[in-house]
């Protein structure tokens, strides 16, 4: 059975650092773009970055730059989301997706998503 699974989310406090993981079970991440995603409540999902099956990494939020980096780890089948300097603003629920080989506007499948909560 195919599953991306996000995990790592939690409480932080504003200034925090969290590090989401994107792990897959059933299939190889080798030929896969992975993005990472977040949906705060009443608003709109948002895209915020992607890294490619080659490595090439596509930015797509000004408000994380600077603070958010993605990375892989093909070995541990994994996608990382280091999140530094949190903001409320951040709070939200995480979410990976995948599709093949690069980045772009539609993703094929999607895990279960990580509640981040950035609060005092």
């Known amino acids: 059975q195919w599953q991306l699974v996000a995990s790592g989310g939690g409480l932080v406090q504003p200034g925090g650092s969290l590090r989401l993981s994107c792990a897959a079970s059933?299939?190889?991440?080798?030929?896969?773009?992975i993005g990472w995603f977040r949906q705060a409540p009443g608003k709109e999902r948002e895209g915020i970055s992607c890294?490619?099956?080659?490595?090439?990494?596509?930015n797509h939020l000004d408000s994380v730059k600077g603070r958010f980096t993605i990375s892989r780890d093909n070995a541990r089948n994994t996608v990382y989301l280091q999140m530094n300097n949190l903001k409320p603003e951040d709070t939200a629920v995480y979410y990976c997706?995948?599709?093949?080989?690069?980045?772009?506007?539609?993703?094929?499948?999607w895990g279960q998503g990580t509640q981040v909560t950035v609060s005092s």
């Open positions: 890294i490619a099956s080659g490595g090439e990494i596509t």
């Open positions: 059933g299939f190889t991440l080798d030929y896969k773009a």
């Open positions: 997706a995948s599709r093949f080989w690069v980045c772009g506007p539609e993703y094929d499948f």
